[in-house]
């Protein structure tokens, strides 16, 4: 029995087109700017999101690294997502690596909410003398989309809301875009539209879009010039790069389409999910991410997710009551189908011990 493997969308294997692409590139020393391939796939990202220029980097992790340490001085807070990656999932490199301090807000949906910010406003802005006691709030930071709050996309009037906020304020804008272009197929809106008000973006190559590694960040020359620095102070430089940028390339010239499709399987296994008893809010499928809910009257959730290991069905250990489900381009309608069908004999697991 295969397992049907809905961990991540991180699980994508670069297919045969793009390992020819990656094996054919021509290549150079990135240190001296001469890798064709490299200098290819930055022009063409900066070109794709509108911004004067972008930096080609290992992870999306490092990317959101680079984006705030290039920008933002020691010292300084910033407001971010509190169910965000950048605060749960990177380490601390905020802390550790940027010396900022972190102001968690909660962002239902994957938005702020804007009574939260204007009343709550929680330090002094870089041109707003407060007390002498505080950090001086430089940054704000965006997921898009969320992945911890289900995929949600943030929308182009919320993020101009979002950036007319931030500049009014003198802050930076920076949105980790790791799945961007899940959110500009999903809004049916071009990318650079969802770039526009941000100062700095980071986004993956790796996920949905194929590539077995790599990220961008895109903004203005300066602010990618400075970033090449400090990709270069963390360790992040690399020569002959253009093997791996070949992959990001190919995964941004013919994966963006079709993560439609990944949307289209996803909803067809929250309606799957919901029919065999699990609670799904279906208006919050908006991309390749199902979050579903265990009812009381089901196993346990730490049985379930044993039960689901059983069955070869794939998916990281539950929040609470909450388990995730990613797909991705190496699933097929036909896989969620099964994973159901396997889950189906979980879930009547109550009617069978009752
Ligand atoms: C929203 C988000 N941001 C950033 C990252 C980090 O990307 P990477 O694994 O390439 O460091 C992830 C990874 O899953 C993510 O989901």
Redesign the pocket.
Known sequence: MPPIDLR?D?LTAPCKTMRTRMATAEVGDDYYREDPTVRELEDYTAELLGKEAALFVL????G?LLSIRAQVPPGSAALVSSS???HL??TGHLASICGITSHPVPTPAGKYLMTDLEKNWPVPTGSQRGSVLNPRLKLIAI?NTH?GEGGRCLDLAYLDKLGRFARERALTFHM?G??LFNAAVSLGVEASALAAPLDSISF?L??GLGAPGG?MIVGDRDFIEEARHWRQMVGGGMRQAGVLAAAGLFALEQNIDRLGEDHVIARRLAEGLLSLGLTVDLSAVETNIVMAYLPSHLPSPATFHQLLTDENVLVLPPKGNRFRFVIHKDLSADDVDLALTRMGTITNYDRRFR
């Open positions: 991540s991180t992870s999306g992790t490092m959101n965000s990656h950048l999932n990177e997921e992945n980790d790791a799945r993956c790796s996920k990220a």
